[in-house]
């Protein structure tokens, strides 16, 4: 029987590339009241949170649903360190193709 070793990079999720995406996806991904306050607290921390450094108001497997909805959409990049799943805005990418939509959803809590 032969083992397989799994590499770093065999852990990272895929993400699409933001010029593929659409506003319609983005928007879409927002709706959502937690994936909106997922997007808020990136925002805010301006560093890679893992998953449960962020204190949402839904179950595990539910929050998992929301990060990969997020991934998908463009709007989170995702990768491990150890056995944390990491998260981290794609703030520049996505200001860079649509600019002021970041800005606008999180309002003035979170001041650059």
Do not use: W
């Amino acid at each position: 029987m032969t083992t397989t070793q799994r590499t770093p990079r065999d852990r990272v999720p895929p993400h699409p590339d933001v010029r593929a995406i659409s506003l319609q996806q983005v928007l879409e991904a927002l709706v959502d009241p937690v994936r909106r306050r997922i997007v808020a607290e990136l925002y805010a921390a301006r560093r890679d949170l893992a998953c449960g450094a962020i204190d949402l108001p839904v179950g595990k497997s539910t929050a998992t649903h929301h990060f990969t909805v997020l991934r998908e959409a463009g709007l989170i990049r995702q990768h491990y360190v150890g056995t944390s799943r990491m998260n981290a805005l794609r703030r520049e990418e996505i200001d860079e193709a649509f600019p002021g939509l970041l800005h606008a959803l999180v309002g003035e809590r979170h001041r650059d």
